[in-house]
């Protein structure tokens, strides 16, 4: 499958299957569009139609172009066929019931309270609860178990607000360094905050044991202060901004990522990415709301050109700023063209329910974070094990291949399929598909795609280590032909 787009005036053409990039002039651009339905004699004739009145086309050119889109289809650099649809359920097939990641839940309680928040305030439709040091204890032992030969495991904090129960997190982390070499492990920490109750403590912890940190910002601090309120209505902005920036500085200004969510108030949200970045913060993420079709938050069709068009705003300036020496990195345009992950990661999906799950303050299983809360989800729990097996397997068949409707996207391979919960509060199936959700990713990917090309041309350093679908560390799991 090869698609073809235009965007600040790069003409670009990606071969789905292989993942090569071309970036070409006008005329190769129509070459290879006309390239798979006619011949060479028709092509030229329509080629010399369009463009026969230009001094730099001639009919001996359009040839010899037609001839480099020839070679190009048979070095499966064009047009290449699909092959890898046999090896779609192979990774997690083969990778068994190895476990790499857990997501601690350790404070379902916030002392924000915002008012897009999909977990409910934290209590995830439940009571509000903490996670003691027992359960996390037998959660770190859980995720050795059942990890196999991995070395690496991750494990996030997570709530609610997790430092809500920071004692217990530092307790956790202190738990699992006493063991992981004894075990033959690696554990990376990562921790998502609101950032209230940030203070010396929990920066110099961080800097010495967290591998990442998430920090909620929306941007400006109207747009911010409108949803990201305390119980008294009272906005958040003023007292996390000096936080945050203490923290990052810290962190020498870097493993951290300043994520936004954005909504219907607020489409034009590349001022709040612009925002956080004229601030000092350099690594920005901003996500579309999550929330019932008919509120007030929620993003309407009629949001949906608005929001194309801010993403390429987005891209144009990035490259603006980055001439400028004052370049910023969006988590959504990290596109590495040249490596990235294998194939198996690309197409497999997410590893949610099989190799990643998420950990009740009580001790169960689900299969990620936005499932918490539905009993139908629940797969286990930490003492016992999986149990829900069928459920279990609706998450291992799930890969870019088992949605009809992700067969004949361009993207599948950058998706891999897209994420299970948004398809499952959309359609009502993990396996379906969120079509508001591919429309913007679509976008965000074309954007990425076009930086990377631009940048290539500018003579700038390429972005490193950065993928469209996560970051892939070679795992042991990873399957060698």
């Not at 190895?98 to 924000?112: E, F, G, R």
């Not at 915002?114 to 903490?130: P, S």
């Not at 607020?266 to 001022?271: E, G, I, L, R, S």
């Not at 094990?385 to 291992?396: A, I």
């Amino acid at each position: 499958m090869v698609h073809q787009y235009k965007l600040n005036g790069y003409n670009i053409v990606l071969d789905t299957c292989s993942g090569s990039v071309h970036s070409v002039d006008e005329v190769a651009y129509d070459i290879i569009e006309l390239y798979p339905d006619k011949s060479e004699d028709e092509i030229v004739k329509i080629i010399m139609d369009r463009y026969g009145d230009r001094e730099d086309v001639t009919e001996e050119d359009v040839r010899l172009c037609i001839e480099d889109v020839r070679e190009l289809v048979a070095n499966h650099k064009l047009y290449t066929p699909d092959t890898f649809e046999p090896l779609a359920g192979e990774f997690k097939k083969r990778s068994g019931d190895v476990i790499k990641a857990l997501c601690l839940h350790v404070s379902h309680t916030c002392n924000l309270n915002c008012e897009y928040c999909f977990a409910a305030q934290g209590k995830y439709n439940g009571e509000r609860a903490i996670m003691s040091f027992e359960v996390g204890k037998r959660a770190i032992d859980f995720l050795i178990e059942h990890s196999g030969s991995r070395h690496n495991l991750e494990v996030d904090f997570f709530g609610g607000e997790p430092l809500m129960n920071w004692d217990v997190c530092k307790q956790i982390v202190a738990y699992a360094r006493s063991i992981e070499k004894a075990a033959g492990k690696n554990f990376r920490f990562t921790l998502t905050t609101n950032g209230m109750l940030i203070d010396d403590d929990v920066i110099e912890f961080c800097n010495k044991e967290m591998s990442n940190v998430v920090l909620s910002l929306d941007g400006r601090k109207e747009v911010h202060d409108r949803t990201r309120k305390d119980y008294a209505g009272n906005g958040s902005f003023d007292r996390i901004i000096p936080k945050f920036k203490k923290l990052v500085e810290a962190r020498g200004n870097k493993n951290y990522y300043m994520r936004g969510t954005y909504t219907h108030l607020n489409t034009d949200f590349t001022n709040d990415i612009l925002t956080m970045a004229d601030m000092g913060f350099k690594e920005l993420s901003m996500e579309p709301v999550v929330c019932k079709p008919g509120d007030p938050l929620a993003l309407t069709e009629a949001d949906l050109p608005v929001l194309k068009e801010q993403y390429e705003i987005l891209a144009k300036e990035m490259l603006k700023r980055d001439q400028e020496g004052r370049g910023f990195t969006f988590y959504h345009y990290m596109v590495d063209l040249k490596s990235g992950p294998c194939i198996y990661k690309r197409i497999s999906g997410c590893g949610a329910g099989t190799e990643y799950m998420a950990v009740t303050p009580w001790g169960d299983l689900y299969p990620c974070h936005q499932f918490v809360g539905d009993e139908s989800y629940k797969l286990g729990d930490i003492r016992n094990g999986v149990k829900n097996h069928d459920r279990q397997e609706e998450f291992r068949v799930c890969n870019a291949y088992a949605r009809p409707d992700c067969r004949k996207c361009w993207a599948m391979h950058y998706c891999s399929g897209g994420c299970a919960a948004n398809a499952y509060h959309a359609s009502g199936d993990v396996k379906g598909i969120y079509e508001y959700g591919c429309e913007l990713f679509r976008k965000r990917i074309e954007c990425a795609i076009m930086i990377a090309c631009a940048r290539d041309e500018l003579g700038l350093e390429p972005v490193s280590g950065a993928t469209a679908g996560g970051e892939c560390d070679s795992c042991e799991s990873c399957i060698k032909d």
